[in-house]
């Protein structure tokens, strides 16, 4: 994670003040300190501030070692010269602020835009100088007014502008944020309002703005919990700014979705802010890559770039009659899985993508010590499996199986029936509704097979097993209601004593048993 400072200082709030010195008048406010004099006497002290904010230190002459600094005019003291002939400068003005100004910063967004300026008004000085992307400013107080904001490459003047903002209202107490995003041919201007009010003890506020040049609509999930997964912005089209989300403080991971197969392509893992953080996540393409630029209340910014591909499985233990169990993972020491005891599993574990050797030990053994083996298991990136350890502990084997979510229908729920249990034979699978015929599901599924997933109208369904292929459940289950959007795999079971179960896995990695009626 790169980490950029601010170009912002309090330089600019002076220099802004400076431009707009017309509309800055408050005379209760002090001086800054006046500039060194070149001479043997230190130059004069500032006289009272124009603006809502106090001036700032004068810059000390550079008189003879003798030289005395200039005498104070009004609020502030001169300097005195130093013994190396250089004079330090007054005081800092007092100006204890105007509470009725508008506060704004800048953001640098555009990625083969070098360098700016920002005027305000059209002035001659800018307000911010050589601010680089993706780089902001801190805030600068202003009066409440409507400004144009000039944007030209820096070192230039207003008059070689390459953006303007126009018309950008500042309200008195409010604070905004100017964005200048996309390629230089095209450079566009956003202004955002950054709202602080009434934000929850214990709670961060994010808001997300999709300035990524060169990438289309997206989705952004909220993929912390990879079992738990959630939109957070739907549709989210370049730029255009989400509303701002109050969250739980913590450290979050967004995915991000570019072709609407409610499957991120790519992930970020925020930093944990603190409690009472307001923050704009913006997503931000260069020549190379999109990565996310966080801006946070002080107007720094960090650059997240996107996780290394990631792949995420779980596991699952259906071996009636062997013992708990820990899961080694490329040999590891320590195991990834600890005492995992029949018929339960795990959350998703998110691993690089690649290959992976994994080993099953009894629980408190080594890997030196497994009793199943699965090398060379491939784990694509972005993809999701659960490895199925099964059949009774003489016998056992194990079962990959690729998780699918995309492209589930809003309304609808994806089921996929396997065969996991070794006393019974080949099986047909029927949904039995309350009224009307039966109608088969899956037919002539053999042990330790998985059949196709199928997606049905969200609701709870009766699921009967024929064990002897006559058309006719000999065992019928009564699924829970599944709430629009779930995947579950529904795995057939033999318990210890031989009677079979049904075994609903949903995406969280919790399971439930469901007995025969």
């Known amino acids: 994670m790169k980490y950029f400072k601010t170009n912002g200082s309090v330089a600019l709030v002076a220099a802004l003040c400076a431009v707009l010195a017309s509309a800055c008048s408050d005379d209760s406010d002090d001086g800054g300190g ?42 502030t003291s001169g300097g005195s010269g130093g013994s190396s002939g250089s004079g330090s400068g007054g005081d800092a003005g007092s100006g204890s602020g105007d509470d009725d100004s508008a ?37 600068l107080e202003v009066p409440p007014a409507t400004y144009t904001f000039d944007v030209a490459p820096a070192g230039t003047s207003a008059d070689d502008a390459v953006l303007s903002i126009e018309d950008v209202a500042l309200d008195e107490g409010r604070s905004y944020t100017a964005v200048a995003y996309d390629e230089l041919d095209s ?68 995915g991000i979705d570019t072709n609407d197969d409610a499957m991120p392509d790519l992930t970020f893992e925020l930093p944990e802010l603190a409690a009472g953080t307001v923050v704009n996540v913006f997503a931000v393409a260069d020549e190379s890559e999109v990565f996310l630029v966080a801006q946070l209340p002080d107007g720094a ?83 999701y499996y659960t490895a199925v350890a099964l059949d009774e502990l003489a016998n056992l084997g194990a079962l990959p199986l690729v998780d699918d979510y995309a492209d589930l229908a809003a309304a609808s729920i994806r089921v996929r029936a396997i065969h996991a249990a070794p006393e019974v034979g080949q099986v047909d699978l029927w949904n039995v509704p309350e009224s009307g015929e039966p109608a088969p599901l899956w037919t002539d599924v053999d042990f330790g097979v ?68």
């Open 34 to 75: 006046g500039s060194g004099g070149t001479s043997a006497q230190g130059g004069t002290g500032g006289s009272d501030g124009s603006g809502a904010t106090g001036g700032n230190q004068g810059i000390g002459g550079t008189g003879s070692p003798s030289g005395s600094g200039g005498s104070a005019v009004n609020s």
């Open 103 to 139: 506060r704004i910063r800048v953001i640098h967004l555009s990625p083969d835009a070098p360098g700016v300026d920002v005027f305000v008004a059209g002035a001659d000085d800018p307000a911010v100088e050589d601010l680089e992307f993706p780089d902001g400013t801190p805030y």
């Open 187 to 254: 450079i566009s201007g956003l202004a955002l309002v950054d709202d602080f009010d009434d934000l929850a003890d214990g709670e961060i506020r994010v808001r997300a703005v999709h300035t990524a040049a060169g990438v289309g609509e997206v989705d952004i999930w909220n993929v912390t919990d990879p079992g738990n997964t959630s939109p957070l912005y739907q549709d989210l089209e370049f730029g255009a700014a989400g509303d701002a989300l109050d969250i739980p403080a913590g450290a979050y991971t967004l």
């Open 301 to 383: 910014t960090v650059r997240i770039d996107p996780r290394a591909p990631t792949a995420y499985l779980r596991v699952l233990h259906l071996s009636p009659d062997a013992p708990a169990v820990d899961v080694f993972v490329n040999g590891g020491d320590d195991p990834a899985v600890a005492e995992l005891a029949f018929p339960d599993g795990t959350e998703y574990l998110a691993l690089p993508e690649g290959s992976y050797d994994i080993d099953v030990a009894a629980a408190g053994t080594s890997v030196d010590d497994a009793v199943l083996s699965v090398d060379n298991l491939t784990l694509a990136a972005d993809t």
């Open 450 to 517: 998985a059949g196709a997933a199928i997606d049905l109208p969200a609701g709870a369904y009766t699921i009967g097993i024929d064990v002897d292929d006559d058309a006719s459940p000999d065992l019928t289950f009564e699924l829970p209601e599944l709430a629009a959007g779930t995947f579950a795999n529904v795995f057939a079971v033999n318990d210890e004593d031989g009677g079979v179960f049904l075994l609903a896995q949903l995406r969280d990695g919790s399971t439930v048993r469901i007995d025969p009626e």
